[in-house]
């Protein structure tokens, strides 16, 4: 069947559904685009020596972003050298702002956004009335005697407008101080540009035509398109035939059986009343009024060639009173708004300005010229000494003037909380009286935490063409390959535990592993080969899981019982503590320090313990604080250095085993929420044959006709089914189940949840995905032909001055280990936070040079090329995108989130409109979730990410699997 598919919107959104539309055969469609072009908010144009971006211009972060996945592997990124707190802070009277005052009160600002999150959520007042709270507190410590009360509050009137453009309200108080935080970041860079290309660069990915437009596999998207045709109207639920009709205002008429419709909240706000026949059901009308979208513009300046000096990035405006006072009765008042002049990737002689909210649309109604001139007084007056030309070229965006758009991007305000909605109301298909689709919405004010992004609005198409193809491939229509009692999906360690569990039982089951052997996050692996080892066996090192963490679990039980078990244990951070310039740290400092801070995290974990709200922010805070208060007062002034260097180390080390980006994001009060089970398990248990032994045992205990391999799942259908949950697979297999175990890494539960589960999961659950934390470490193994580390039981790396997030990716190194037992002659280096992430896209021969170059400058010796080496890449695998989990300070005032991963979904209990568990509202949700008959479909998740205790840990992970299969027996 290929049913009649009117899209409507050629943007991000549009294009993204009909290129998977069209991929999985769906060619029954037509785009209607009102403007003459496609991209909708993405706008590349010609402009100075290169393109520049009218609208959509960085990639914002790497981890869990659809733009990132899709580019990162054609190296169409570059990193931005942008440092906020690295612009100039430039008053109207010419005068600057000192940078260590500009520094510190950009650190305030970025203070009370991240590490009051806590408080943020629970606020129930604008983003501007908490930060104005906040920021006042913070002037009146020592801290900031030093800074005017005229400049404080100038930088925060110029904090006011930057904070705007990023939300595109018109005031800060416009903005939701709790829905501030339903956007969620993602990790990484967040100001990737795309080189000279321009953002349209993402749209050519899409269709297949980068880097050949020629592609055998080209999307020529044009042919599908109908330029300059705006939508009057979208007649869905009065023909007989459940035929939807889209007239356009040239009176063309184009009949469809399903519509998907991207237009802007913009658009909406301003004609929902009229565009739709019946009118909108009240939910969706409620969405349309409560969700907001605002106004950014950009003020393009080519100039015949720079006037300001390589490596100046930029100056923000800060206002005097009566300068501002005589700007206000100009006739160009919008220049107030207008927060600073920046320069442009690959653009060396232009320079652009930004403005938002009401003077931006004030802005929009002046003329070019004027507008042009306007931008010249502002850099006059501001950068007074120094002698400013006439640009020779001149552009600005209307996005607010253009009826086809109405605004840049939405953001949730104080309205989205009085009227409760939410974008999840927006996206509510228009269905027919069988609950078809016929009317579908797209488009970034439709996604729940990546509005106001491209990759946001790119989930949404592919999320709206999914729901169709989901459709057509219906459990009537698709053949069913098998039908189980219990379908476990991932046969890692999770996946593994719960089968065993199943084995004796009177259950039928079947794992299913999208890769093509078990284990998941365990993998044993051999070492590349460089040349010069000439040895008949393999090199083999754990990739992943390498240890077992104590005695008392299950998994020891099971490698005790067949001989898995190495007699030698492992420590980290051994050796010699050595500083950049080739200082070696005297040992009994290192110890006296580590002593400290062990103490100080012992001392963290009584938090778990209290009830009351009187506990740090995170980890971080708490360490650093008690680090300052309990260092000892005797130490001299090079040795306090040193301990605070070395202080520099534990961050970083405990970065890596907490599997986060930093100590600040891992929350101080559930630290002690960690189970040791009264073990001492900082000496490690060996495999003999490496971790990947016993997951070999387990598969046999399992039998391998019970594991599909190779099988990626693009849908779980869970509401639509009698009784069944409907599993698809890329392949194009179908298996049914009346129990489904979900066994998937946080990882991919982050990056796909819209995508997978049809319809979403509950939302306690998805706040619950959302919100425990998720991180990558990696591990680079080099082998040597011999050790010439001498006696030396390895090196971890102290640097002089602290870490920046965009420092060398070297950086984030803890250090080398020696790997025993194991191949011999190897050092494990272990890296976290952005270096592994980074690490990720370097080739391994970088990597390789680049930690011998390390390893030469720390230890002064002559470092000899390796003979074999491994280089994992754990957020890259699609089907892990990570490490583990770590208790994130987003749970502190919901401890909840750690068990509600714990609980069923009782299929037949789900609203499909509030997107929860129906319930009785006097009872407790987790206690009502449980089947209420044996017929009942259930959903339940296993993993390591799962396990309130034991969460981290392959132990964790394998008893989390057999939990969830013994409460099915």
Partial sequence: MNPRIVIIGAGAAGIASATRLIEKGYTNLTILEAENRIGGRIHTIPFGSNVVDLGAQWCHGEVSNACYELGSKLNVFGSNNFKYEDFELVKSSGEKVPQEYSQKLMSAMWSILESHRNELSRYRGSLGSFVLEKFRTILNTSDYVDISNETAFQFLEFFHKFENSIEASDCWFDTSGAGYLQYWECDGDHLLNWKDRGYKTILDILMKRFPSPNSIDAINIEDYTQFNKTVANICWNSNPDNIASVRCTDNSVYDADHVICTVSLGVLKERYQSLFTPELPAIKQNAIKGLSIGTVDKLYLEFDKPFWSDGWQGLSLLWNQNDLEEIRASENSWMEDVFGFYTVDFQPNILCGWISGVNARRMERTSDEEVRKGCVFLLRKFMKHIDIPEPVTFRRTQWYSNPNFRGSYSFRSVTTDLLNTSAEHLALPLSNAIGIPVVQFAGEATHDHYYSTVHGAIETGWREANRLIGLYQSPLQCQVDSDVNVLILGAGIAGLGAAKRLIDTEKNFLLLEAQSEAGGRIKTIEMHHFGGLDEEYKQLVDSGAQWLHGKQNELYKIAESYDLLHEELSEEGLGEYIRNDGLKIDSFLVKKVDFLIGQILEDCEKFAQKENDSFPSSVEVFLREEFKKRLDPNLTTDEIKLANQLL?????????????????????????????????????????????????????????????????????????????????????????????????????????????????????????????????????????????????????????????????????????????????????????????????????????????????????????????????????????????SYTSVNCDYEPTFLKVLQEPIVCNQYDRLTGEIERNPEQDMLQTQKPSASSSATIRFAGEACHEKYFSTAHGAFLSGMEQAGKLV
């Avoid at 890329?730 to 175990?741: E, F, N, W």
């Avoid at 995905?769 to 998720?774: L, V």
């Avoid at 990716?809 to 494990?828: C, E």
């Fill in 648 to 884: 520099e180390w534990h961050m970083r080390f405990q970065v890596i085993d907490n599997s986060c980006l930093t100590m600040s994001d891992v929350s101080a009060k559930l630290w002690g929420s960690y189970s040791f089970n009264g073990e001492s398990c900082q000496a490690h248990i060996n495999m003999k044959y490496g971790f990947q032994a016993l997951v070999n045992c387990l598969v046999d205990e399992v039998g391998s006709n019970r594991i599909l391999y190779k099988k990626e799942v693009t849908e779980i259908r869970w509401k639509d089914v009698d009784s069944r949950v409907l599993v698809r697979c890329s392949d194009g297999t179908c298996y049914s189940c009346q129990h489904l175990v979900v066994t998937f890494s946080l990882g991919v539960l982050k990056a796909t949840p819209n995508l997978l589960f049809q319809p979403a999961l509950p939302k306690s659950f998805r706040r619950s995905i959302r919100n425990i934390g998720f991180g990558t470490i990696n591990k680079i193994f080099l082998q040597f032909e011999s050790a010439w580390w001498d006696d030396a039981e390895g090196f971890q790396l102290i640097w002089e001055d602290n870490l920046e997030k965009g420092a060398h990716w070297t950086r984030f190194l803890s250090g080398f280990d020696i790997v025993s037992p194991g191949p011999a002659n190897t050092l494990l280096g272990w890296i976290g936070s952005y270096g592994a992430l980074e690490m990720e896209r370097l080739s391994d021969a970088q990597i390789v040079n680049d930690c011998v170059f390390l390893l030469e400058k720390f230890t002064r010796k002559k470092v000899p090329q390796p003979v074999r080496y491994y280089c994992t890449r754990w957020n890259s695998n699609p089907f892990i995108r990570g490490s583990y």
